[in-house]
């Protein structure tokens, strides 16, 4: 198994408060993604990263930001949770996304965060 | 804008009733089609990267198959721990990676 890890695995917290979600990997790829899912909509990219410093945005980023300061983590901040952002959040990583070339994505184990 | 369907949404399975799950795309250029098992409260495991038109993968009682619009994930004489839900996502040119729906299959003993 690829070796990525999420913290926390659970969190509940209240509409306002400031969420912050780690994802550390051991592989040392380039690339680090931020995902949502829910039901109905499938895996939903939020932001992603190409290296370190270097992010973009996904299909859903309104209401998240991300950092990456070391190769290795990636953190997902939620400044203002809403309910809205209740959901499973995934961290996955890739070594590349050039064509035929290693380009597959590996996922970590989820987050489930509750916003009362 | 690039865009993954798949059917059935979900299927039941008899022990050993072999059949086949479908994911059509629409992609700007194909870098890669991607499958996925996801087992409930787990995260994505990866199956099978294909990359070009005609080719095939296998792995135990899994073989995925390319065409140009779709790709199909095989099951032959599935056991009750194939259940699981079935991910196809696809890499294109145009944007980042893009995951279908899925498919919920149930394999019954």
Known sequence: ?????????????????????????????????????????????????????????????DGYSVSRSKTEDFLLTLESATSSQTSVYFCAISESQLAGDDNEQFFGPGTRLTVL | EDQVTQSPEALRLQEGESSSLNCSYTVSGLRGLFWYRQD??????????????????????????????????????????????????????????????????????
């Open chain 1, 1 to 61: 198994d690829a070796g990525i890890t999420q913290s926390p695995r659970h969190k509940v917290t209240e509409t306002g408060t400031p969420v912050t979600l780690r994802c550390h990997q051991t592989e040392n790829h380039r690339y680090m993604y931020w995902y949502r899912q829910d039901p109905g909509h499938g895996l939903r990219l939020i932001h992603y990263s190409y290296g370190v410093k270097d992010t973009d945005k996904g299909e859903v980023s």
């Open chain 2, 40 to 109: 409930p409260g787990k995260g994505p495991e990866f199956l099978f990267t294909l990359y070009s038109a005609g080719e095939e993968k296998e792995k135990e009682r899994l073989k995925a198959t390319l065409t140009k619009k779709e790709s199909f994930l095989h099951i032959t004489a599935p056991k009750p721990e194939d259940s699981a839900t079935y991910l196809c996502a696809v890499l294109g040119y145009g944007q980042n990676f893009v995951f279908g729906p899925g498919t919920r299959l149930s394999v019954l003993p």
